[in-house]
Nanobody, 115 residues
Framework: QVQLEESGGGLVQAGGSLRLSCAAS????????MGWYRQAPGKQRELIAA???????NYADSVKGRFTISRDNAKNTVYLQMNSLKPEDTAVYYC?????????WGQGTQVTVSS
């Protein structure tokens, strides 16, 4: 069994920054890709950033240049540094961790950006 614990969400003014963390624990031998998704009210969940075990990253166009994904393999943790936040970044953010046989999702953390 694997558990994911997300942290770092909150309320911030436009232009501000937040850093999300997602720590995986439990029966983990290796982790493939890790990623962050978000879901705004009335919209579908969308991928915004992902990182492979080798450190290759990709981003949604809407966050390129503002968000940075990183991971600490020793801690089984993935991070999302969010800078220059905009009101349209308001959403519930979910981490996703891909193990060789299963995919796990975090419980979600609310990010609210006020104008």
């Amino acid at each position: 069994q694997v558990q994911l614990e997300e942290s770092g969400g909150g309320l911030v003014q436009a232009g501000g920054s937040l850093r999300l963390s997602c720590a995986a624990s439990g029966s983990i031998f290796s982790i493939n890709a890790m990623g962050w998704y978000r879901q705004a009210p009335g919209k579908q969940r969308e991928l915004i950033a992902a990182i492979t075990s080798g450190g290759y990253t990709n981003y949604a166009d809407s966050v390129k240049g503002r968000f940075t994904i990183s991971r600490d393999n020793a801690k089984n943790t993935v991070y999302l540094q969010m800078n220059s936040l905009k009101p349209e970044d308001t959403a519930v953010y979910y981490c996703k961790v891909q193990l060789p046989q299963y995919v796990y999702w975090g419980q979600g953390t609310q990010v609210t950006v006020s104008s």
